[in-house]
C-alpha cells in the first residue's frame, strides 16, 4: 500500500459507492476529448474511469503512487508532472474534462487553472473541502459568495452535488467534503473588457466589506461619476453586475484619458 503524505494533500478514497458516485456524475463523458484525472493517488476513482471508452489521462506528483498505479492498472497513462505547470491546451483531443479528489492544498489553483483554460475545459467533476465547493456554488447575497464564485459562474453552471463525510477517507482529513460539477455555459467571452473584470471582481472583493466605490476609486483614481452600483458591496452582485460595472469602469477610464 502506498503511506499517505499530508504535504501532497493525500486523504484516499475508500468508499466504493463515492467514488462511482462521481465517476457517474461526469456529464457525457463520450463526448468529452479527454478526461484528465488531477491526482489518483492509488486509483480510487482511476479504476472507474479505466473502464470507460475514453481517452484518460492522470496526472500525478507522488512517485510511490506512480509505481503503484503501474502494477495494479498497467493500461493507464499516469504523468508524473505536476498539473498546474501544464499547458492544457496542447491536448490533442478536446474538449478537456478535470475530474478528481482534489488535493485540498491546490484547490484555488485548479479552479483558477479551469478558468484560465475555459476555451478547452467544458467539465471538472471533483471533491473539495466542503467549504470551498460551497464558496463556488454560493449565490450572491451569500457570505461564502467571492472571488472564486464570481470567476466560475461567469464561465460554469455550478451544482453542489453531495456531502462526503471525514471516514469515507484513509486517513480522514480534519473537514468534511464536497463534490461540485462545473458546466462549461454559453458564454464565450463576457460582453466587457475580460481583464479589468478580473481586476475589479479581485479588488472589490479584497476590501469585501468596503463600498464599491472605494475600490473602484483604487483603480480608477479619482471619481466624480456615480453609478448605482457604487453603493453596494461585492457580495450583492451578480456576475452580469459586474460586467455592467466593468463597462462603466471603462467608460470612466476612456473619459479621463481622452482628457489628459
Ligand atoms: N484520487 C485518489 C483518491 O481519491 O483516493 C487520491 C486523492 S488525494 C486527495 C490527492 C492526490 O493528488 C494525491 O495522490 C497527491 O499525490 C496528488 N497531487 C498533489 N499535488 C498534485 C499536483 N500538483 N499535480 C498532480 N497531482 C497532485
Redesign the pocket.
Known sequence: M?KP?KH???????DESI?QEIVSSVNEIEAIGTVL??????????KYFATKKVNFLA????KE?IDFLSINYPSVKVLN????GYDLSSFEFKPVAIV???????SS?ILFKAIEYRYEVNQLVG?FQKEVAERVASPPGSKKYGILSVLIQAYFNVEYLFTVHEES?IPPPKVKSGVIRLLRNDVSKLDCDEKLFFKIVKATFNQRRKMIRNSIKTIVGKLESEHELFSKRPEQLSVQNFITLTNFTESIIKTSNSNQ
Open positions: 502506498v503524505k501532497l494533500g493525500q486523504h484516499f478514497l475508500k467514488s484525472e488531477i491526482g489518483p493517488g492509488t486509483g480510487a476513482l482511476t496526472f500525478e506528483v507522488d503512487s508532472q505536476d498539473v498546474l478528481g479528489n482534489f488535493p485540498y492544498n491546490i489553483q471533491m477517507f
